[in-house]
């Protein structure tokens, strides 16, 4: 039985480390951006007009839950989504991440200006 889990476990860690690679691609940046923590949060400010530090929030204790929702609100942004993909991103992101990289989504840029 714990074999299993850990073939399950390393197939859901594969699907999620494609999806930000795939995300990255989509957004013109090198894949790898994507796969490697704290790094791929900033890349996401930066693209999204904030200043790249705020990706270094993410670690953060206390207000790091704060900051990853806030820029995954940004990534759902960027490829012209709503909230209520922000909230699949927090909720399943098993689903939404793998949807948003091998789906018809396409990379639009920041939309207006970045508080």
Known sequence: ???VLVIVAIGFTVLILASWWKI???MTQP?????IPIFNYCVIAKKSGKDW???????VPCIQIIFQIIL???LSKLFGKGVGY???LIFLPM???PILAFGSAEYQGPQGKAF
């Open 31 to 35: 894949g790898w951006y994507g796969i």
């Open 95 to 97: 689903i939404f991440f």
């Open 86 to 88: 922000t909230l699949g």
């Open 72 to 74: 995954l609100n940004e």
């Open 53 to 59: 530090w705020w990706g270094l929030l993410t670690v």
């Open 1 to 3: 039985m714990a074999f």
């Open 24 to 26: 990255f691609t989509k």
